[in-house]
């Protein structure tokens, strides 16, 4: 079946330094989507990618669709204590046929003040 | 609307026992969906309704699992004979099929 991998798995920066984390499949997605989500809450949607290189923006974060639609990164500029969490890529498989969304395990941040 | 709606937050519930989860959509929204995650894991897709139609169960949905979306609003999840491995946080989510879901806080299951 579809699987997505994220990496890094857990990051321990400063504040202030930028971050990176990317997300792969072995198969094709319509869709990628980033999700935050914090200790006993739901996961929050940040960004919503739908094409095939897509660049796209919210406030200090940046995703994009990568071209071959099989992966997508996610960048925090300028990092501070509240971005703690864990990030989640997911996203839509080619073959479904409604917006069913698969997840990857998440990447795991920690920002040292 | 101030987005999905999960109760209880918590449950604790001994083995063998019969539980039942309530989520309450964005009202919007005809697209539910049912997932299950465990710690250090992403979210696992159980089920999904377009309004009252369950549309799909995963095989992760055993026999012992129930959902139901009675009439296109709120959904209920029912565990039958609860065991040890269904302990879990079980997340509700909605959408109208763009813009990615919204999910609610879950319940968090523990079985002892």
């Known amino acids: 079946g579809q699987q997505l991998n994220q990496s890094p798995q857990s990051m321990f920066i400063q504040e202030g330094e930028d971050v990176s984390m990317n997300c792969t499949s072995s198969?094709?997605?319509?869709?990628w989507l980033w999700y935050k989500q914090e200790p006993g809450e739901g996961p929050v949607l940040l960004i919503a990618?739908?094409?095939?290189?897509e660049l796209t923006s919210n406030g200090r974060l940046t995703a994009q669709f990568g071209i071959t639609r099989k992966d997508s990164f996610l960048n925090i500029s300028a990092s501070i204590p509240s971005d703690v969490g864990i990030y989640f890529c997911a996203g839509q498989p080619m073959e479904t046929s409604y917006d069913k969304v698969i997840f990857g395990p998440g990447t795991s941040l920690s920002v040292i003040p | 609307d101030t987005g999905v709606s999960q109760n209880p937050r918590h449950k604790i519930t001994k083995r063998g026992q019969n539980v039942t989860f309530r989520c309450d959509p964005i009202?919007?929204?005809?697209?539910l969906y049912w997932y299950r995650q465990t710690l250090g894991q992403g979210p696992e897709f159980l089920t999904y309704f377009q309004n009252e139609a369950q549309l799909e169960k995963s095989r992760l949905l055993s026999d012992r699992f129930s959902a139901e979306r009675p009439k296109g609003s709120f959904s209920t999840l029912e565990i039958q004979r609860t065991e040890q491995g269904d302990s879990a946080m079980y997340l509700c989510a909605s959408s109208r099929g763009e813009h990615g879901y919204t999910f609610g806080s879950g319940t968090r299951l523990t079985v002892v």
């Open positions: 198969s094709i997605f319509n869709t």
């Open positions: 009202s919007e929204h005809n697209r």
């Open positions: 990618l739908y094409k095939a290189g």
